[in-house]
């Protein structure tokens, strides 16, 4: 979706302030939001791109005003109330007054000391891939209104494919409840001056990891 999390390319944000020694979490209470954002995902709860596109769908004034662990925080309300997992009364109220939905599966301290690694989403292919290293492609332009991985700075771009990364489940799909929807995955890469302007830093290129559906051939 077009929205305010969108920010490549955008201006007026001011500098990037860079925190020399950043610990993980600047407070306690941002760790275990981040344990239960990977308890829920692991429990089946939801998928990554759902928890994405929570926080994409936060108000623009929302979003700025809020930390990185904040917009996790918010997405995961959200999705708890969507999913059924309780009610906003509920969460307002800490605690819970209807029965639980049932949970897939749990996270215990067994599974996160045995070493918890991240799902892989490599999906088995469903047709020959479109294009192959070396082949020139362009970016559609295109603007909808759910989750995708398309930023708005590389629409509408040409670029040349530098690699094959085979099949993954498809995030646009897969956020709009249309399940996986297996797609070819690409490395793409750009002229700086393609992406930013005739102004840009001749020698930078810039890299996008982008679907199949997000390509077209360049005749």
């Known amino acids: 979706m077009n929205g305010i999390h969108d920010m490549g390319g955008m201006d007026g944000f001011g500098k990037v302030e860079v925190e020399q020694n950043e610990p993980p979490f600047h407070e306690s209470w941002e760790g275990r939001v981040m344990a239960m954002q990977r308890a829920m995902l692991y429990a089946g709860a ?36 969507a999913g059924g997992f309780a009610t906003a009364e ?48 362009r970016t559609l332009n295109v603007h909808p209104s759910g989750h995708t991985r398309l930023p708005r700075y590389a629409r509408s771009k040409t670029g040349t494919v530098e690699r094959i990364h085979g099949c993954h489940a498809y995030p646009d799909a897969v956020a709009s409840g249309k399940g996986d929807d297996p797609q070819w995955l690409y ?6 001056k393609e992406i930013w302007g005739p102004d840009t830093d001749p020698t930078l290129t810039v890299s996008i990891d ?8 360049v005749r």
């Open 46 to 81: 939801w998928h990554i791109d759902d928890m994405r596109f929570a926080q994409e769908s936060l108000p623009p004034r929302t979003y700025l005003g809020a930390s990185y662990y904040e917009r996790w925080s918010l997405g995961l309300a959200k999705n708890v109330v």
């Open 90 to 137: 509920e969460l307002k109220a800490g605690h819970a007054s209807t029965p639980a939905r049932p949970l897939p599966r749990k996270m215990t301290a067994e599974i996160v000391n045995a070493g918890l690694k991240r799902a892989s989403f490599f999906r088995q292919q469903q047709a020959p891939a479109r294009f192959k290293p070396g082949d020139r492609v």
């Open 187 to 192: 490395t793409v890469v750009f002229d700086g």
């Open 210 to 217: 982008a679907f199949e559906p997000y390509l077209e051939a």
